[in-house]
Protein backbone atom coordinates (compact mmCIF):
# COMPACT_ATOMS: atom_id res chain seq x y z
CA UNK A 1 0.00 0.00 0.00
CA UNK A 2 3.10 2.53 0.90
CA UNK A 3 4.43 1.76 -2.55
CA UNK A 4 1.14 3.46 -4.30
CA UNK A 5 1.32 6.57 -1.92
CA UNK A 6 2.99 9.31 -4.07
CA UNK A 7 6.32 10.89 -2.51
CA UNK A 8 5.77 14.63 -1.47
CA UNK A 9 7.27 16.59 -4.00
CA UNK A 10 9.53 19.63 -2.42
CA UNK A 11 9.65 23.06 -4.37
CA UNK A 12 12.14 24.93 -5.08
CA UNK A 13 11.92 28.35 -5.24
CA UNK A 14 14.49 29.37 -8.33
CA UNK A 15 16.61 32.50 -7.44
CA UNK A 16 15.46 34.90 -10.31
CA UNK A 17 18.92 36.91 -11.33
CA UNK A 18 18.34 40.86 -10.84
CA UNK A 19 17.86 42.31 -14.09
CA UNK A 20 21.07 44.88 -15.31
CA UNK A 21 19.57 48.09 -15.26
CA UNK A 22 20.99 50.03 -18.01
CA UNK A 23 22.01 54.12 -16.61
CA UNK A 24 23.67 55.36 -19.60
CA UNK A 25 22.21 55.90 -23.41
CA UNK A 26 23.68 56.44 -26.29
CA UNK A 27 22.05 59.68 -27.84
CA UNK A 28 23.63 60.17 -31.14
CA UNK A 29 24.00 58.61 -33.67
CA UNK A 30 20.93 56.45 -33.40
CA UNK A 31 20.90 53.25 -33.78
CA UNK A 32 20.62 51.85 -37.08
CA UNK A 33 22.31 54.74 -38.24
CA UNK A 34 24.36 54.81 -41.91
CA UNK A 35 27.66 57.06 -42.57
CA UNK A 36 29.92 56.92 -45.96
CA UNK A 37 32.93 55.75 -44.91
CA UNK A 38 35.29 58.65 -44.11
CA UNK A 39 32.43 60.34 -41.99
CA UNK A 40 32.97 62.37 -38.86
CA UNK A 41 30.82 60.68 -36.04
CA UNK A 42 29.86 62.37 -33.37
CA UNK A 43 29.02 60.10 -30.12
CA UNK A 44 26.85 61.47 -27.46
CA UNK A 45 26.40 59.71 -24.19
CA UNK A 46 24.25 60.68 -21.26
CA UNK A 47 23.20 59.35 -17.91
CA UNK A 48 19.29 58.55 -17.09
CA UNK A 49 19.83 60.60 -13.96
CA UNK A 50 22.07 63.41 -15.44
CA UNK A 51 25.06 62.20 -13.62
CA UNK A 52 28.48 62.81 -14.84
CA UNK A 53 29.97 60.92 -17.41
CA UNK A 54 33.70 61.30 -16.52
CA UNK A 55 35.04 59.28 -19.61
CA UNK A 56 34.69 57.48 -22.76
CA UNK A 57 36.51 54.53 -23.94
CA UNK A 58 36.55 53.37 -27.44
CA UNK A 59 37.66 49.54 -28.61
CA UNK A 60 37.66 47.64 -31.59
CA UNK A 61 39.09 50.31 -34.18
CA UNK A 62 43.16 50.11 -33.94
CA UNK A 63 44.47 50.81 -30.49
CA UNK A 64 41.91 51.76 -27.66
CA UNK A 65 40.68 55.42 -27.32
CA UNK A 66 40.15 57.71 -24.31
CA UNK A 67 37.87 60.59 -24.56
CA UNK A 68 36.71 62.92 -21.55
CA UNK A 69 33.25 63.78 -20.81
CA UNK A 70 30.10 62.78 -22.77
CA UNK A 71 31.02 63.55 -25.96
CA UNK A 72 33.66 62.63 -28.49
CA UNK A 73 34.09 62.80 -32.73
CA UNK A 74 35.46 59.71 -34.24
CA UNK A 75 37.15 59.07 -37.63
CA UNK A 76 37.63 55.73 -37.98
CA UNK A 77 41.25 54.41 -38.00
CA UNK A 78 40.65 51.03 -39.60
CA UNK A 79 38.48 52.77 -43.29
CA UNK A 80 35.56 49.58 -43.71
CA UNK A 81 32.57 49.70 -45.08
CA UNK A 82 30.22 47.48 -43.25
CA UNK A 83 28.67 47.66 -39.43
CA UNK A 84 31.19 48.60 -37.19
CA UNK A 85 32.54 46.74 -34.53
CA UNK A 86 33.58 48.94 -31.94
CA UNK A 87 32.66 49.33 -27.92
CA UNK A 88 32.08 52.31 -25.73
CA UNK A 89 32.54 52.16 -21.74
CA UNK A 90 31.43 55.24 -19.92
CA UNK A 91 32.93 55.87 -16.41
CA UNK A 92 30.69 57.76 -14.31
CA UNK A 93 30.73 57.57 -10.23
CA UNK A 94 32.62 55.08 -10.11
CA UNK A 95 30.79 52.65 -12.13
CA UNK A 96 31.35 51.49 -15.68
CA UNK A 97 28.78 50.63 -18.24
CA UNK A 98 29.25 48.96 -22.01
CA UNK A 99 27.81 50.53 -24.90
CA UNK A 100 27.57 48.38 -28.45
CA UNK A 101 26.73 51.01 -31.06
CA UNK A 102 24.83 49.55 -34.47
CA UNK A 103 26.26 51.88 -37.21
CA UNK A 104 27.29 51.12 -40.33
CA UNK A 105 29.85 52.57 -43.38
CA UNK A 106 28.96 52.41 -46.51
CA UNK A 107 30.97 53.38 -49.64
CA UNK A 108 31.72 57.27 -50.18
CA UNK A 109 32.76 57.09 -53.97
CA UNK A 110 30.97 56.72 -57.53
CA UNK A 111 31.98 53.19 -58.81
CA UNK A 112 33.87 53.73 -62.06
CA UNK A 113 31.99 52.36 -65.11
CA UNK A 114 33.59 50.00 -68.03
CA UNK A 115 32.19 48.33 -70.82
CA UNK A 116 34.74 46.16 -73.12
CA UNK A 117 36.39 45.31 -76.34
CA UNK A 118 36.03 41.74 -77.25
CA UNK A 119 40.05 40.58 -77.95
CA UNK A 120 39.76 36.82 -78.61
CA UNK A 121 37.23 33.67 -78.45
CA UNK A 122 38.55 30.30 -76.78
CA UNK A 123 37.10 27.12 -76.66
CA UNK A 124 34.72 26.13 -73.57
CA UNK A 125 33.10 23.32 -72.27
CA UNK A 126 29.60 23.85 -72.88
CA UNK A 127 28.94 20.94 -70.37
CA UNK A 128 30.82 23.34 -67.55
CA UNK A 129 28.90 24.76 -64.81
CA UNK A 130 31.78 26.83 -63.93
CA UNK A 131 32.58 27.67 -60.61
CA UNK A 132 35.96 28.57 -60.18
CA UNK A 133 38.78 29.85 -62.72
CA UNK A 134 42.46 30.75 -62.44
CA UNK A 135 45.47 30.61 -64.68
CA UNK A 136 48.83 28.92 -62.97
CA UNK A 137 51.96 28.48 -65.32
CA UNK A 138 50.29 28.69 -68.80
CA UNK A 139 47.37 26.36 -67.88
CA UNK A 140 43.64 27.32 -67.42
CA UNK A 141 42.55 25.13 -64.17
CA UNK A 142 38.58 24.83 -63.85
CA UNK A 143 36.82 23.81 -60.82
CA UNK A 144 32.52 22.75 -61.75
CA UNK A 145 30.05 21.81 -59.47
CA UNK A 146 26.59 19.95 -59.54
CA UNK A 147 27.20 16.33 -57.41
CA UNK A 148 28.04 14.03 -59.15
CA UNK A 149 29.79 15.86 -62.04
CA UNK A 150 31.94 17.85 -59.50
CA UNK A 151 35.46 18.14 -61.40
CA UNK A 152 38.65 20.13 -60.72
CA UNK A 153 40.62 20.46 -64.67
CA UNK A 154 43.78 21.59 -65.86
CA UNK A 155 43.68 23.02 -69.70
CA UNK A 156 44.65 24.77 -72.51
CA UNK A 157 43.70 27.41 -73.24
CA UNK A 158 43.95 28.07 -77.23
CA UNK A 159 42.57 24.37 -77.90
CA UNK A 160 40.59 23.75 -74.49
CA UNK A 161 42.18 20.60 -74.39
CA UNK A 162 41.77 19.01 -71.36
CA UNK A 163 45.35 18.17 -70.11
CA UNK A 164 44.35 16.85 -66.53
CA UNK A 165 41.22 16.46 -64.72
CA UNK A 166 40.31 15.02 -61.26
CA UNK A 167 36.70 14.20 -60.05
CA UNK A 168 35.12 14.61 -56.74
CA UNK A 169 33.48 12.34 -54.96
CA UNK A 170 29.55 12.54 -55.70
CA UNK A 171 28.64 14.08 -51.82
CA UNK A 172 30.43 16.65 -52.95
CA UNK A 173 29.36 20.38 -54.69
CA UNK A 174 32.15 21.67 -56.37
CA UNK A 175 32.85 25.57 -55.94
CA UNK A 176 35.83 28.18 -56.40
CA UNK A 177 39.47 27.18 -56.96
CA UNK A 178 42.77 29.13 -56.64
CA UNK A 179 46.34 28.26 -56.33
CA UNK A 180 49.13 29.34 -53.72
CA UNK A 181 52.97 28.50 -53.89
CA UNK A 182 52.15 25.31 -56.12
CA UNK A 183 49.29 24.37 -54.13
CA UNK A 184 45.46 24.01 -55.90
CA UNK A 185 42.57 24.50 -53.54
CA UNK A 186 38.89 23.87 -54.35
CA UNK A 187 36.15 24.52 -52.28
CA UNK A 188 32.65 23.01 -52.12
CA UNK A 189 29.17 24.52 -51.28
CA UNK A 190 27.43 22.92 -47.96
CA UNK A 191 29.98 20.09 -47.10
CA UNK A 192 32.34 23.25 -45.31
CA UNK A 193 35.49 20.80 -47.11
CA UNK A 194 38.19 22.19 -49.09
CA UNK A 195 40.38 20.04 -51.07
CA UNK A 196 44.24 20.66 -51.79
CA UNK A 197 45.91 19.52 -54.61
CA UNK A 198 49.18 18.84 -56.37
CA UNK A 199 50.17 20.49 -59.87
CA UNK A 200 49.40 16.91 -61.12
CA UNK A 201 45.72 16.98 -59.44
CA UNK A 202 46.85 14.32 -56.84
CA UNK A 203 45.06 15.23 -53.78
CA UNK A 204 46.95 15.78 -50.91
CA UNK A 205 45.25 17.37 -48.08
CA UNK A 206 41.50 18.18 -46.69
CA UNK A 207 40.83 21.42 -44.65
CA UNK A 208 37.48 22.24 -42.67
CA UNK A 209 35.85 25.47 -42.59
CA UNK A 210 32.75 26.97 -41.24
CA UNK A 211 29.63 28.15 -43.57
CA UNK A 212 29.22 27.75 -47.36
CA UNK A 213 31.83 27.84 -50.23
CA UNK A 214 31.62 29.50 -53.05
CA UNK A 215 33.86 31.73 -54.89
CA UNK A 216 37.99 31.38 -54.01
CA UNK A 217 40.90 33.42 -55.08
CA UNK A 218 44.71 33.75 -53.74
CA UNK A 219 46.14 37.77 -52.55
CA UNK A 220 49.23 37.33 -51.68
CA UNK A 221 50.16 34.89 -48.92
CA UNK A 222 46.14 35.24 -48.15
CA UNK A 223 42.93 32.95 -49.30
CA UNK A 224 39.47 35.27 -50.17
CA UNK A 225 36.56 33.19 -50.19
CA UNK A 226 32.87 34.63 -51.08
CA UNK A 227 29.89 32.90 -49.41
CA UNK A 228 26.94 33.88 -51.31
CA UNK A 229 26.87 37.25 -48.70
CA UNK A 230 28.14 40.48 -48.53
CA UNK A 231 31.03 39.05 -46.90
CA UNK A 232 34.54 38.20 -48.04
CA UNK A 233 36.80 36.08 -45.58
CA UNK A 234 40.29 35.98 -45.64
CA UNK A 235 41.97 32.91 -44.89
CA UNK A 236 45.21 31.53 -44.00
CA UNK A 237 46.18 29.20 -47.14
CA UNK A 238 47.86 26.99 -44.35
CA UNK A 239 44.90 25.93 -42.31
CA UNK A 240 42.42 27.85 -43.67
CA UNK A 241 41.92 29.86 -40.37
CA UNK A 242 40.32 33.57 -40.45
CA UNK A 243 42.60 35.79 -40.77
CA UNK A 244 39.95 38.92 -41.41
CA UNK A 245 36.23 39.71 -42.96
CA UNK A 246 35.47 42.45 -45.45
CA UNK A 247 31.77 43.57 -46.17
CA UNK A 248 31.10 44.43 -49.45
CA UNK A 249 28.88 47.80 -49.79
CA UNK A 250 28.33 50.53 -52.72
CA UNK A 251 26.94 53.95 -51.38
CA UNK A 252 23.83 53.08 -50.36
CA UNK A 253 23.09 48.95 -49.59
CA UNK A 254 25.33 45.97 -49.20
CA UNK A 255 25.97 43.71 -52.42
CA UNK A 256 24.64 40.19 -51.37
CA UNK A 257 25.22 37.00 -53.85
CA UNK A 258 28.78 37.67 -54.29
CA UNK A 259 30.24 34.33 -56.22
CA UNK A 260 33.23 33.39 -58.52
CA UNK A 261 36.57 35.83 -57.67
CA UNK A 262 40.03 36.92 -58.84
CA UNK A 263 42.30 38.88 -57.56
CA UNK A 264 44.39 41.51 -59.25
CA UNK A 265 46.48 44.13 -57.47
CA UNK A 266 44.69 45.00 -54.22
CA UNK A 267 41.10 44.75 -56.33
CA UNK A 268 38.72 42.10 -56.36
CA UNK A 269 36.45 41.17 -59.32
CA UNK A 270 33.34 39.28 -58.58
CA UNK A 271 30.40 37.58 -60.22
CA UNK A 272 26.70 38.27 -58.63
CA UNK A 273 25.18 35.05 -58.86
CA UNK A 274 21.94 36.84 -60.27
CA UNK A 275 20.16 37.07 -63.66
CA UNK A 276 19.80 40.83 -63.32
CA UNK A 277 22.55 41.94 -65.56
CA UNK A 278 25.33 40.88 -67.11
CA UNK A 279 27.82 42.42 -64.94
CA UNK A 280 31.35 42.31 -62.91
CA UNK A 281 31.84 44.15 -59.64
CA UNK A 282 35.29 45.79 -58.58
CA UNK A 283 36.08 45.68 -54.80
CA UNK A 284 38.87 47.49 -53.02
CA UNK A 285 40.14 45.02 -50.87
CA UNK A 286 41.34 47.51 -48.41
CA UNK A 287 38.22 49.01 -47.45
CA UNK A 288 35.08 46.81 -48.94
CA UNK A 289 34.25 49.23 -51.33
CA UNK A 290 32.44 48.44 -54.53
CA UNK A 291 35.33 50.41 -56.73
CA UNK A 292 34.02 49.61 -60.12
CA UNK A 293 31.18 48.03 -62.56
CA UNK A 294 32.07 46.16 -65.97
CA UNK A 295 29.08 46.24 -68.05
CA UNK A 296 29.01 42.86 -70.23
CA UNK A 297 25.78 43.08 -71.85
CA UNK A 298 26.14 41.61 -75.33
CA UNK A 299 29.01 39.67 -74.50
CA UNK A 300 26.90 36.70 -74.38
CA UNK A 301 24.04 35.94 -76.88
CA UNK A 302 21.13 35.75 -74.17
CA UNK A 303 18.27 34.21 -76.51
CA UNK A 304 20.08 31.43 -76.65
CA UNK A 305 21.87 31.22 -72.92
CA UNK A 306 18.85 32.43 -70.66
CA UNK A 307 18.69 31.56 -66.95
CA UNK A 308 20.51 31.68 -63.64
CA UNK A 309 22.02 28.35 -64.58
CA UNK A 310 24.23 30.30 -67.71
CA UNK A 311 24.96 33.35 -65.68
CA UNK A 312 28.16 34.64 -65.75
CA UNK A 313 30.61 32.71 -62.97
CA UNK A 314 34.22 32.91 -64.48
CA UNK A 315 37.36 35.49 -64.22
CA UNK A 316 40.36 34.62 -64.55
CA UNK A 317 43.48 36.98 -65.31
CA UNK A 318 47.26 36.17 -67.20
CA UNK A 319 49.61 38.68 -68.22
CA UNK A 320 47.65 41.72 -68.03
CA UNK A 321 45.08 39.72 -69.65
CA UNK A 322 41.42 39.23 -68.51
CA UNK A 323 39.41 36.39 -69.38
CA UNK A 324 35.71 35.84 -68.48
CA UNK A 325 33.15 33.26 -69.29
CA UNK A 326 29.09 31.57 -67.55
CA UNK A 327 28.08 28.49 -66.78
CA UNK A 328 27.35 25.80 -69.43
CA UNK A 329 28.86 28.23 -72.23
CA UNK A 330 30.43 27.03 -75.36
CA UNK A 331 33.09 29.72 -75.34
CA UNK A 332 35.75 31.67 -73.00
CA UNK A 333 36.74 35.22 -73.84
CA UNK A 334 39.49 37.75 -73.42
CA UNK A 335 38.24 41.16 -72.84
CA UNK A 336 39.82 44.33 -72.49
CA UNK A 337 37.95 47.10 -70.23
CA UNK A 338 36.68 50.27 -71.27
CA UNK A 339 35.92 53.24 -69.33
CA UNK A 340 32.18 54.31 -70.00
CA UNK A 341 31.58 57.43 -71.66
Known amino acids: MTSCIPK ?3 TVKRKVSPRIKKEINLITPKSGSTFPLDTIVLFTLKHKKDQLIDSIRLNGDG ?6 GNRFEWKPEQLRTGNTQVSLTAYFKGKKEKIYPKIRFVSNINPTRYTYELVNTYPHNEKSYT ?3 FFDH ?3 YESTGHRGSSTIGKYDLATGEVMQVANIENKYFGEGATSWKGTIFQITWESQIAFA ?4 LNRTRTFNYSGEGWGLATWGDTLVMSDGSENIYLLNPKDFSQIDRLQIYHQTDKINFLNELEVIG ?3 YANVYTTASDEIIIIDLLTGRVKGIIDLTGLIDRSKYQGIDYVLNGIASYQNRLFVTAKWHPYLYEI ?4 AQ
Open 8 to 10: EIK
Open 336 to 339: TLLK
Open 197 to 200: YDKD
Open 266 to 268: NDL
Open 131 to 133: QGL
Open 138 to 140: DYL
Open 63 to 68: KPKIFK
